[in-house]
């Protein structure tokens, strides 16, 4: 082993020290797109040792990638250039006590999604992020892609449900702002300057998240509506008539659930007769009190008044209402399975999708002919997973794609959206940022990390370019 490796293994033993083939399973990313063979593996057992190994390949110029559940798109948490070593977060599995009185709870960072929630159900009280990824995102790469999910129109991003955080910085020193209150206005909010940094600027060990009572009362349904505005139009009125309540509004359309029921047979659909457009309608409430079933019906029948809705059904059992979010939740491995796909994340403001949505299919079409287009996503605050399935027989050079991404980029600038909804930058979309965005803005970015990482050892390549 190298100097550096011999300390690293000194410092972590056997199982906190990966080489070799025992690497494998952390150096690609999940498209397996990105990621080239690193020195080794770090598995930390705790804050102390995360220091340790920071500071000592800080010390040798070793470039470090923060690693979490590996299940992002955008190819930020694997190395960029071989050598280099993957600080994986995965033993940190430490979950504090449920603070019920004051509404948040301590996590480390190595901590999956899926666990945090079902600990949380045994004592009424919730996390309010969810995501496909969930059985296997942590919460450390939850808070490092700044995740948003299906739930963020309501209650925020993770930067709005961070309370505090525990940092390791690049040279290896501990930022200790484990704070557990919401309102906390001494200097700059550092909490929210972590997340979303992709491992850039220093590595989340611990955190204190925000909790919230778990419903009392849920009621969901499978909505048809004819087109795109009619989507805009009956998710304005939902949320003027029952904002207060509304938890999920999740859209789709008749390619992607095509997509399912071919390749996932363990998929029903629900309704009658199928539609082009499909909406997903979630309210919950913490009162037994409230008449959620009432007002949802009044709705559905003002919906189909109007036109707006078609056709519809209500989850009569938990399991129905599960039902009806795993052909929501399965639209991207129907894709998958369907073969060759370019997948974009962003974001309009939700009153411009119809227009988006229209321009869009015209890019894509004249681009690539034959495509096949299957836009979903979160309706509430206009985040568009726009997924794009590309003809077998056609052979795409590289400069095909680009042109395709870029004009799509260019489109979402105009409508005032982000090209980089929830997924962040990683390694993939850091030329269109730096094409798309105000250089004040890049620059700023850029800034920022030198005067953390003066070295650039942390992630280097994810987020920003060269740094001058």
Not at 136 to 142: C, K, P, R, T, V
Not at 368 to 374: E, Q, T
Request: hydrophobic share 40%.
């Amino acid at each position: 082993m190298s100097g550096i490796a011999q300390k690293l293994h000194k410092v972590l033993g056997d199982k906190g020290w990966l080489t070799g083939q025992d690497t494998n399973a952390y150096s690609r990313d999940w498209l397996d797109c990105y990621g080239m063979t690193p020195l080794g593996v770090a598995r930390p057992a705790d804050t102390e040792e995360v220091s340790a190994v920071v500071r000592l390949c800080g010390e040798a110029n070793v470039v470090i990638v923060p690693q979490g559940g590996n299940t992002g798109l955008c190819g930020a948490s694997v190395c960029g250039e071989a050598g280099g070593v993957i600080l994986s977060l995965s033993r940190m599995t430490n979950v504090g006590l449920v603070d019920s009185d004051s509404g948040c709870i301590e996590v480390e960072a190595g901590v999956v999604l899926a666990n945090l929630h079902a600990v949380l159900a045994e004592h009424s009280q919730m996390f309010p992020l969810h995501l496909g990824a969930e059985g296997s995102a942590n919460i450390g790469g939850l808070i490092a892609t700044n995740a948003g999910g299906s739930h963020a129109f309501r209650y925020g991003t993770m930067q709005d449900l961070v309370l505090g955080l525990e940092v390791v910085l690049p040279d290896g020193r501990i930022w200790n702002g484990m704070r557990a209150v919401q309102k906390d206005n001494a200097g700059y909010q550092l909490r929210r300057l972590f997340c979303g940094s992709e491992g850039t600027l220093g590595v989340v060990t611990r955190a204190v998240l925000r909790l919230f009572p778990a419903p009392q009362q849920r009621v969901t349904a499978l909505l048809a509506l004819p087109e795109p505005t009619a989507l805009v139009s009956f998710a304005t009125r939902l949320r003027a008539s029952a904002g207060e309540f509304l938890n999920g509004l999740e859209f789709f359309n008749d390619t992607g659930v095509g997509l399912v029921l071919k390749h996932l047979p363990n998929v029903a659909f629900p309704l009658e007769s199928h539609s082009p457009w499909y909406l997903l309608v979630e309210l919950t409430t913490c009162s037994v009190d409230v008449p959620l079933d009432s007002i949802l019906d009044a709705l559905l029948v003002a919906g189909m008044e109007s036109g707006e809705v078609t056709d519809g059904a209500l989850a009569m059992s938990e399991g129905q209402r599960l039902a009806f979010w795993q052909l929501r939740e399965e639209q991207p491995e129907g894709q998958r399975l369907e073969g060759r796909q370019l997948k974009h994340d962003l974001s309009v403001p939700p009153g411009s999708l119809g227009k988006f949505l229209a321009e869009a299919d015209v890019i894509c079409s004249d681009t690539i002919p034959g495509v096949l287009i299957n836009p979903f996503g979160h309706m509430g605050d206009g985040n568009v997973h726009f997924n794009l399935t590309l003809p077998q027989q056609l052979s795409l050079s590289d400069d095909m794609l680009l042109v395709l991404t870029h004009r799509l980029g260019e489109l979402i600038s105009r409508l005032r959206g982000s090209f980089a909804a929830e997924h962040g930058l990683g390694r993939s979309k850091v030329a269109l940022a730096d094409t798309l965005r105000d250089p004040i803005e890049r620059q700023l970015m850029k800034r920022i990390k030198l005067a953390l990482d003066a070295k650039n050892i942390m992630n280097p390549g994810v987020g920003t370019n060269e740094l001058t």
